[in-house]
């Protein structure tokens, strides 16, 4: 099939070469990584060869989102090509955002996909109303799907006819050609098999498409990770007491719960100096068995131990219709974890957040956790920041993947980069001269003063977006201290949106990433700062992991993440062929990231060279 007999608009430049090569890609088996700006059109240049490529080999398409808005672009890009061509295809969200009973129930909101999918099998077992009218209507709604309607709609058709809309998705997973499903639905290898039973395929079967790729070092990295804080704890030593739950050698699981908490808190005195530090092998076991007084087998025995009576309280709950939930599950599940992390790239963390101490079995090397990328019949990767691409297909486990960066469609001279030498956040510098900070925050001061234009500032993270902020003295700005809420940060932005003015955050942050400020509403973007990752026990580990390999240690722990973090920030200012916009980034250091950022001007006065742009 032409793959240009399907596409639904006059292809821009560059365009169709791209739909040209990912089509002969698809149908080879092949891997790429493209990076290509907002506006080039990446979401139809990828769905049309898809689309083409699967129906010639009898294979499905499996499109993988970061955000909801994005498995909207997916339809609605599907809705232009089925004007030319007959598609069906679906977006798939999570039952916490689908099902019926999470808007009734405060406690299931807050479920995990696993016990959310748990007490939805419990449902459909004991004949609910929701599921049964789905098979009552199945045919009506399969062709209500049909017509390609947006996640809302679908919530909105179901939830008038009492019908489960989850289900009803799920339902047509075996017929659509294109599935477009959250990241972890197909990449965490706990909740893919389920897809995939769905859909009716194996992973050969599928042609991915993972949209906002940039992310997926971390997400890989945290796929095979895990995390226990002394919250955790409490509720698992409660959950304990209530249930008198009795482990070997007639320990309350409630007293091992405590005297892990007083490992915890002993490790991170002798061991943290700043954030986190790594625990050499075996320590916490140890430390353990001696105040418990049992060996290292015995204690393995105890996990489990524990996991099995989590297991039977959260097997109990959902006989109650409440969620399969269990704390000890998660403590027993852990520490098997902890004791059995015996590959080379698992490392044993011990931190400190908010003041409590928390342990992190932590993986270093994010291509362990994202192997299907190499099991799919093809594979396509692709986002607007992916530089270093090198350093991108490494942690992504593709080295032999087609790379391809394009250009952005909108002309060069809408968009200015600015970089002031006199100043810098390295540490070591403001650490020496206080009056750094301050020279920081008057040019900060400065540049908003004369450029009077909807502004954000980000800085490199919150401890110097609080020690600086205050001395710039703009009152009436909308600041994420770190301290906000999803919701409250959510209504912060709207307000800026609605109003305008200063909008200050952090680089990497959420609102540095993944918003759209269309139009006029950004068109100054001050970066304080290089954001490189804090050079933390995690960082460097990182950095010593690649480096024993033979790798770039540094581009791969600091300079590749402070890279595509500055890039996503910029990226803000230019969303349409009509936005304009100034980039002001106050660090001499910036000139080393001319390679991935592109033509900068060197100026120490830059609210001056900001001006005369606008």
């Given at each position: 099939?032409d ?5 639904p608009?006059e ?14 890609l ?7 990584i ?5 506006g080039f ?8 060869p ?8 009898g ?5 993988a ?5 994005q ?7 599907l809705?232009?090509i089925?004007?030319?061509e ?10 916490s ?5 999470v808007f ?11 016990e959310?999918s748990?007490f939805?099998?419990?449902?459909r077992?004991?004949?609910d ?15 209500f ?32 050609l294109?599935?477009?499903v959250?990241?972890?639905y197909?990449l965490?290898p706990s909740i ?6 769905s859909m ?9 498409i ?5 992310n997926?070092p ?14 955790t704890?409490r ?9 008198g ?6 320990i ?9 908490e ?17 625990v050499p ?31 039977a ?6 006989k ?13 599940a852990?520490l ?17 957040e ?10 270093l090397?994010p291509a362990?956790?994202l ?9 396509l990767?692709m986002?607007?920041?992916?530089r270093p691409?090198?350093v991108?297909?490494?942690e ?7 790379t391809?960066?394009l250009p ?11 970089y ?15 009056r750094?900070?301050e020279?920081?925050a008057?040019?900060v001061r ?5 450029v009077?234009?909807?502004?954000a ?6 401890d ?14 909308y600041?994420d201290?770190g301290?906000?809420?999803?919701a409250?940060l ?14 200050v ?9 993944g ?9 100054l973007?001050?970066?304080v ?7 933390t026990a ?7 992991y690649y480096?024993d ?5 540094w ?8 890279a595509?973090?500055?890039?996503q ?14 980039a002001?980034?106050?660090d001499r250091r910036a000139?080393?990231?001319?390679r ?12 001056e060279a900001?001006?005369?742009f606008?």
């Amino acid at each position: 099939m032409d793959p240009f007999s399907i596409f639904p608009y006059e292809p821009r430049p560059m365009q169709g070469e791209l739909v040209a090569s990912l089509h002969r890609l698809f149908l080879a088996g092949g891997r790429a990584i493209v990076e290509a700006g907002t506006g080039f059109g990446k979401t139809v240049a990828a769905l049309v060869p898809a689309v083409s490529a699967a129906r010639e080999l009898g294979k499905r398409v499996v499109y993988a989102t970061r955000t909801l808005s994005q498995q909207r672009q997916v339809m609605v890009e599907l809705r232009r090509i089925a004007e030319r061509e007959e598609v069906f295809g679906v977006a798939l969200q999570g039952r916490s955002h689908l099902c019926p009973y999470v808007f009734e129930d405060r406690e299931l909101r807050n479920g995990t996909p696993e016990e959310l999918s748990r007490f939805c099998s419990r449902m459909r077992k004991e004949g609910d109303e929701y599921y049964n009218n789905l098979l009552l209507h199945r045919d009506e709604a399969i062709a209500f799907l049909r017509t390609l309607p947006m996640p809302e709609e679908v919530l909105a058709w179901g939830m008038e006819r009492r019908i489960c809309p989850y289900e009803l998705l799920r339902e047509a997973l075996g017929e659509a050609l294109v599935v477009a499903v959250p990241y972890n639905y197909f990449l965490s290898p706990s909740i893919r098999p389920r897809l995939l039973d769905s859909m009716g395929v194996s992973e050969e079967d599928v042609i991915l498409i993972v949209d906002e790729a940039h992310n997926l070092p971390d997400f890989g990295r945290e796929l095979r990770s895990a995390r226990l804080t002394t919250w955790t704890l409490r509720a698992a030593s409660s959950e304990a007491e209530r249930n008198g739950v009795v482990l070997l050698r007639g320990i309350p699981a409630a007293d091992l719960a405590s005297a892990l908490e007083v490992v915890m808190h002993s490790l991170m005195e002798e061991l943290v100096e700043e954030e986190d530090a790594v625990v050499p092998p075996g320590e916490v076991e140890s430390r353990l068995g001696r105040l418990l007084g049992v060996n290292r087998t015995e204690l393995a025995y105890m996990a489990v131990q524990l996991y099995e009576a989590g297991e039977a309280i959260a097997a109990q709950r959902l006989k109650e219709g409440k969620l399969p939930r269990s704390y000890l599950r998660y403590l027993g599940a852990f520490l098997e974890h902890w004791m059995g992390a015996r590959e080379e790239d698992l490392i044993h963390i011990v931190g400190v957040e908010g003041g409590r101490p928390y342990l992190e079995v932590y993986a270093l090397d994010p291509a362990r956790g994202l192997l299907v990328l190499r099991e799919t019949h093809a594979t396509l990767l692709m986002s607007g920041t992916l530089r270093p691409l090198d350093v991108f297909a490494e942690e992504t486990g593709l080295p032999d993947a087609e790379t391809l960066s394009l250009p952005s469609p909108f002309p060069r001279r809408n968009r200015l980069v600015i970089y002031d030498p006199s100043v810098t956040t390295r540490y070591e510098v403001l650490r020496r001269d206080p009056r750094m900070a301050e020279e920081i925050a008057h040019r900060v001061r400065r540049i908003l003063d004369e450029v009077d234009r909807n502004a954000a500032v980000f800085f490199p993270s919150y401890d110097l977006l609080n020690r600086i902020w205050p001395m710039v003295g703009i009152p009436g700005a909308y600041v994420d201290d770190g301290s906000l809420g999803q919701a409250e940060l959510m209504r912060m932005f709207t307000d800026f949106l609605e109003g305008g003015g200063v909008l200050v955050s952090v680089a990497g942050g959420r609102l540095a990433e993944g918003m759209d400020y269309p139009g006029t509403k950004l068109e100054l973007v001050i970066l304080v700062g290089i954001p490189y990752p804090k050079p933390t026990a995690k960082a460097r580990a990182i950095e010593r992991y690649y480096s024993d390999r033979g790798k770039n240690g540094w581009r791969h722990a600091f300079e590749a993440p402070a890279a595509r973090r500055m890039l996503q920030a910029i990226g803000r200012l230019i969303r349409s062929e009509r936005d304009r916009g100034v980039a002001v980034i106050l660090d001499r250091r910036a000139a080393r990231f001319r390679r991935y950022i592109g033509e900068m001007l060197r100026s120490t006065r830059p609210w001056e060279a900001a001006r005369a742009f606008f």
